[in-house]
């Protein structure tokens, strides 16, 4: 039996470097950070950072399903932002995909993303 295995949703974007959507090791998912990209076309949505928080845990919840767990599940998140002063637009949207117990969280400050993202999220989950 394998250690790992790799996670592939078509209703996530296909990554843009030499990763995979995730990697599921024991009962945990590890999800490689999603930017906005809507899956369809692989290009960064419009809008503020309130959408492409959206879109980037839509991918995230797509990739989560096909690793047989739910967003309910994440024990583990980082989100990288690139102004901090996005924060409470990010926090207002992230909210609305966690009911209940959110997981872990940092945030950090970075300098750029990938395609001129504002917010890229990654995440960790249990698999029931």
């Known amino acids: ?23 599921v090791a024991g009962k945990l998912v590890f999800a490689s950070g999603q930017v906005a990209l809507d899956p369809a ?24 399903a096909a690793a047989g767990t739910s967003m309910e ?10 102004e901090m002063d996005d924060f409470a637009e990010m926090n207002a949207v992230y909210a609305e995909f966690f009911e209940g117990v959110p997981p872990a969280r940092t945030t950090v400050a970075v300098k750029a993303l ?15």
């Open 41 to 64: 076309t692989g290009e960064l949505v419009g809008g503020g950072v309130g959408d492409q928080t959206r879109q980037a845990l839509r991918n995230l919840a797509a990739v989560m």
């Open 73 to 82: 599940h994440a024990v583990k998140a980082t989100v990288y932002l690139i």
């Open 1 to 23: 039996m394998a250690l790992k295995r790799s996670i592939r949703s078509d209703r996530a974007p296909k990554p843009i470097g030499p990763y995979v959507q995730a990697i």
């Open 114 to 128: 990938p395609r001129g993202a504002r917010v890229e999220i990654d995440l960790v989950a249990a698999v029931p």
